[in-house]
């Protein structure tokens, strides 16, 4: 089935610092690739997401481009603020037996930045 | 604009009782409906989802259930909690046939079984 495996945490990053969390998938279709959110004690929220190889999600300065050839989705930063500070979750849409599509997530990286 | 609600926001049960999370949508129709569970690290897990009024799909054995008695609305239910039922579970839905099958969260609801 499919799966996703995503860098474990937690990382602590110093205020300005470059960010990386690795995601790789195994899927056995062509799903869409997303990262989620999670600001604590909320409920997630789409960061950004791609729908096709070579495809590039960007938003608030976080990008991921999606690689077929090393079935990555690798989300980067070049600057982190302590309002980052969160769980990012890596996630992969593929199409259910019923039709819908689900997601399958990764265990979730939490992110926290220091002043 | 659609919008998603869940509640209670927060709830402390005794193990052995009944529980009941609720779930609204408003702004769009025929939406297909979720229940995740996060459990402290473990991730998300996909517990139910729903494709239209009484269609339920379960995706791991337990002693939750879940049912759609209106278009737009996704209950939770148990009738004797477990402790492994503590954690935060988080209802979503999604745009029906939606290629990329992006899903919009609730608030969450956190559930402490004691």
């Known amino acids: 089935g499919d799966s996703v495996t995503q860098m474990e945490g937690p990382v602590t990053l110093s205020e300005e610092a470059c960010l990386t969390i690795?995601?790789?998938?195994?899927?056995?279709?062509?799903?869409?690739l997303f990262w989620y959110v999670q600001y604590p004690g909320e409920g997630l929220q789409l960061l950004l997401k791609?729908?096709?190889?070579?495809d590039k999600g960007s938003n608030k300065g976080f990008e991921a481009t999606y690689r077929k050839e090393t079935t990555s989705f690798h989300l980067e930063k070049g600057s982190v603020q302590v309002s980052d500070s969160a769980v990012y979750f890596c996630?992969?849409?593929?199409?259910?037996?019923?039709?819908?599509?689900?997601?399958?997530f990764g265990k979730g990286t939490k992110l926290s930045v220091i002043p | 604009s659609q919008t998603i609600h869940q509640w209670p926001a927060t709830l402390v049960q005794p193990v052995g009782s009944p529980l009941s999370l609720e779930c609204t949508v408003e702004?769009?129709?025929?939406?297909?409906l979720y229940w995740y569970r996060q459990a402290a690290g473990r991730g998300l897990q996909l517990l139910f989802y729903?494709?239209?009024?009484?269609?339920i799909s379960s995706e791991v054995p337990q002693n939750l259930s879940a049912s759609r008695p209106q278009d737009r609305q996704f209950i939770l239910s148990s009738k004797k909690l477990l402790l492994s039922d503590s954690g935060f579970y988080l209802c979503a839905w999604a745009l029906p046939g939606q290629a990329s099958g992006e899903l919009f969260f609730g608030e969450g609801s956190r559930l402490t079984v004691l």
């Open positions: 702004g769009t129709s025929n939406p297909n």
């Open positions: 729903s494709v239209g009024i009484g269609q």
């Open positions: 791609a729908t096709k190889a070579d």
């Open positions: 996630a992969l849409s593929d199409r259910s037996g019923a039709g819908s599509y689900q997601l399958t």
């Open positions: 690795n995601c790789t998938y195994t899927a056995t279709g062509y799903p869409s």
